[in-house]
């Protein structure tokens, strides 16, 4: 048995509308995320015998009540008041053993009111990719919604001119409220909704801030800017940071047209519709304090005082995000290469190894970085011949620096190995999509494991080979 709760739609009940999955015709499992069941105190022999029909929205294990969520948002910039669930339902929540909640979600499931145009489905390769990326990024330690299943639903779908194979992800979440969430309530000038949000917002995510929009805020501003420089570290490019892809808990959400870095490269962009590079690599900390100043100004209703102290106040948060931002990013980089306890001065550092790096393999460089406490060989053959005298001086001052850097052990295991390759990504979602699902299940066991030695996945831990071409991704609806 599961057993769903309901607490958001209880303490916000303008933030949702019931609404039904559409029945599966032919319900059946594709992937079944066991270890994450486990994790979250799931019973598996129900798991195996109802998930099909559970994860594909055929029908709903009980006291689930499936409802959309509201929300509006920022797209690229421009504000549209109602975005909304339009192809996903919102199951309930689970509690697990050690008491957390979780959003069971599932997205590709159907119509909603909130579908405009759209059919409301998914079909296979975008909730498979999905499900390898969220995993890689689970197993990064970067905060971000989980996979718990995907399941086919025997509908098909039509896309980009072809039937493809109906899918929906089961997604858990620590919750599914966004900035847009905000959003919707502060443009309806619902104050009430909007305070009940924020009082539901910081009872789940932030039970030990204060409970005002200040407190949130700062609260929000941490999670964010951590997540955002972990994504930095790994070369991840979220590719949509539209507001309403960004959840209040700090995870990452809504895999889209994501993608990592093979070549290290500021202004690397991978979406199809991205065409100003707004998303880039490069600009992702800008975009956080730019969708921070959105939430802030949803909040504006709530902060309590004269109107131009409050504005004074909200502007001093968001000036600090920078700052706070940029500490994260310190924390990150500095422990990739072996400094736990970094002081500005680091930053010299960073930025000097990352010029070194501008166009080779982010990962591999790294990686490359344990052995260089003692030989350079591997790294010194990623780097380009004319940069060989700077790199030898920037070895010297690392080597010194890290000599003194508490904390300065195996950066095998801040660095890993394996990320999910683009062009190995790409591969198998198309052997799954022609029915083969081996290339799956064997990137997603490597990706499972980023830290460990290349020795025997050699192939996994490559960029692609460079008759690949530029990688492009879609946003997969
Ligand atoms: P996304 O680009 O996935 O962040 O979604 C942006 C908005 O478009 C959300 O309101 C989604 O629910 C909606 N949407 C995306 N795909 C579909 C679809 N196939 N049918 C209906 N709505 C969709
Ligand atoms: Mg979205």
Avoid at 167 to 183: K, M, N, Q, W
Avoid at 197 to 210: G, K, N, V
Avoid at 319 to 335: C, L, P, S, T
Wanted: aromatic fraction near 8%; include cysteine; glycine fraction near 10%.
């Amino acid at each position: 048995m599961i057993t769903l709760h309901n607490s958001f739609a209880t303490d916000v009940p303008l933030g949702v509308l019931a609404q039904t999955p559409d029945p599966a015709p032919s319900p059946a499992l594709a992937v079944l995320n066991e270890a994450l069941a486990d994790q979250l105190g799931l019973p598996l022999d129900s798991l195996r015998r109802h998930g099909a029909q559970w994860f594909s929205g055929a029908s709903w294990p009980q006291g689930a009540t499936p409802r959309a969520m509201a929300y509006a948002g920022h797209q690229f910039g421009g504000f549209s008041p109602v975005l909304g669930d339009g192809r996903a339902h919102l199951l309930g929540e689970i509690i697990s053993p050690n008491g957390a909640r979780f959003d069971l979600h599932l997205k590709g499931s159907g119509r909603t009111a909130f579908s405009r145009g759209g059919d409301g489905r998914a079909h296979l390769a975008p909730m498979l990719r999905e499900y390898l990326i969220s995993e890689a990024m689970a197993a990064l330690g970067i905060a971000t919604t989980r996979a718990l299943a995907v399941a086919m639903t025997g509908r098909d779908v039509l896309r980009d001119g072809g039937l493809k194979r109906g899918a929906v992800l089961a997604r858990i979440a620590a919750s599914h409220i966004r900035v847009g969430t905000f959003e919707y309530f502060a443009s309806r000038g619902d104050v009430g909704s909007l305070r009940a949000l924020m009082e539901h917002t910081l009872a789940r995510h932030y039970p030990d801030a204060p409970r005002t929009a200040f407190g949130l805020l700062d609260s929000v501003i941490a999670a964010q800017s951590r997540l955002i420089a972990a994504w930095m570290g790994v070369g991840f490019v979220h590719g949509v940071m539209n507001t309403d892809n960004m959840a209040l808990s700090g995870e990452t959400i809504d895999y889209g047209p994501c993608a990592f870095l093979d070549s290290y490269d500021e202004n690397a962009v991978f979406s199809s519709i991205d065409h100003s590079g707004r998303y880039a690599y490069g600009m992702q900390p800008r975009i956080l304090a730019w969708n921070i100043s959105r939430l802030a100004q949803a909040l504006l209703p709530l902060m309590e005082g004269e109107e131009e102290a409050v504005i004074d106040a909200a502007n001093a948060q968001l000036d600090g995000i920078a700052a706070i931002y940029r500490a994260e990013w310190r924390k990150v980089f500095a422990r990739k290469l072996g400094i736990d306890a970094p002081i500005l001065a680091d930053d010299a550092l960073i930025e000097g190894f990352l010029t070194l790096i501008q166009g080779v393999d982010f990962t591999q460089s790294f990686r490359a970085l344990q052995a260089a406490k003692t030989d350079a060989a591997r790294l010194s053959a990623l780097i380009p011949l004319d940069r060989r005298a700077s790199l030898d001086g920037w070895l010297a001052q690392w080597r010194a620096r890290i000599q003194h850097a508490a904390g300065q052990g195996d950066l095998n295991a801040v660095n890993p190995a394996v990320i999910p390759r683009n062009h190995m990504v790409q591969a198998a979602l198309d052997a799954a999509e022609g029915g083969d699902m081996a290339p799956f299940h064997a990137l997603l066991k490597q990706v499972q494991n980023p830290y460990a030695p290349e020795a025997g996945r050699e192939a996994y831990c490559l960029p692609a080979p460079s008759g690949y071409g530029r990688y492009t991704t879609y946003c997969g609806t």
